[in-house]
Nanobody, 116 residues
Framework: QVQLVESGGGLVQPGGSLRLSCAAS????????MSWYRQAPGKERELVAT????????NYADSVAGRFTISRDNAKNTVFLQMNSLKPEDTAVYYC?????????WGQGTQVTVST
């Protein structure tokens, strides 16, 4: 079955960096676009970044463009989210997403807290 396992979250000071990873299994990863979402307390889940299966361009939410970078390693079935210049408003649970045959699959999420 489809499994997505996020890691790499934690507590970081404003201006700091974190790199999130999502290990995928149960589907043909190299053919699947992947996304990162986040959900802050009391807010709806929002799309952060998307990367196509092969080639093409990545897409970012306006709030993270220029600070976050999504990438993937198809040999390792892993998608990454490099987060730089973190701000307190980036605090959220970050989720990996794969939409397969119009069904959304989610990982368990990883908490990112940006605070002094």
């Amino acid at each position: 079955q489809v499994q997505l396992v996020e890691s790499g979250g934690g507590l970081v000071q404003p201006g700091g960096s974190l790199r999130l990873s999502c290990a995928a299994s149960g589907f043909t990863f190299s053919r699947q676009p992947m996304s990162w979402y986040r959900q802050a307390p009391g807010k709806e889940r929002e799309l952060v970044a998307t990367i196509p299966a092969v080639g093409g361009s990545t897409n970012y939410a306006d709030s993270v463009a220029g600070r976050f970078t999504i990438s993937r390693d198809n040999a390792k079935n892993t998608v990454f989210l490099q987060m730089n210049s973190l701000k307190p408003e980036d605090t959220a649970v970050y989720y990996c997403n794969a939409r397969i045959s119009w069904h959304d699959y989610w990982g368990q999420g990883t908490q990112v807290t940006v605070s002094t």
